[in-house]
Nanobody, 114 residues
Framework: VQLQASGGGLVQAWGCLRL?????????????MAWYRQAPGKHRDYIAG???????SYLDSVKGRFTISRDNAANTLYLQMYNLKPEDTGVYYC?????????WGQGTLVTVSS
C-alpha cells in the first residue's frame, strides 16, 4: 500500500502548481482523503480534504486558492494551488482521513519565493 505525492517545485509568489498523489494498494474513492503540509520547523497540518459525497473542506488560509479533487478512474488525488504565498512553503503529503501512519510517503516539496 503506497501513496506517492509529486508535482512540487520552486515557484514565485502568486504562481501556481498542481500536486498529484498516485495510490497503489488502496482505492481512493473508498476513503476520505486529505493533503497535509509540514512547513519548516512546524508540525504537519491538515490543509484540504475530500470526503464521501465529494464534499471538500479547507484550512482557512488556503480557501479560495487551493482545490482538492480526485480522479477515481486513475486512482489519483490532486491539489490545485493558485496564488501561492511564501507561507505555503513546505512538504506536502497525501493521506487518508484520519491519517494512517503507514501511508506517510516522502511527500513533495513546495517552495514559494517572494
Amino acid at each position: 500500500v503506497q501513496l506517492q505525492a509529486s508535482g512540487g517545485g520552486l515557484v514565485q509568489a502568486w504562481g501556481c502548481l498542481r500536486l498529484s498523489c498516485a495510490a497503489s494498494g488502496i482505492i481512493l474513492s473508498d476513503n476520505s482523503m486529505a493533503w497535509y503540509r509540514q512547513a519548516p520547523g512546524k508540525h504537519r497540518d491538515y490543509i484540504a480534504g475530500i470526503i464521501t459525497g465529494e464534499r471538500t473542506s479547507y484550512l482557512d488560509s488556503v480557501k479560495g486558492r487551493f482545490t482538492i479533487s480526485r480522479d477515481n478512474a486513475a486512482n489519483t488525488l490532486y491539489l490545485q494551488m493558485y496564488n501561492l504565498k511564501p507561507e505555503d512553503t513546505g512538504v506536502y503529503y497525501c493521506n487518508t482521513i484520519p491519517f494512517r501512519r503507514d501511508l506517510w510517503g516522502q511527500g513533495t516539496l513546495v517552495t514559494v519565493s517572494s
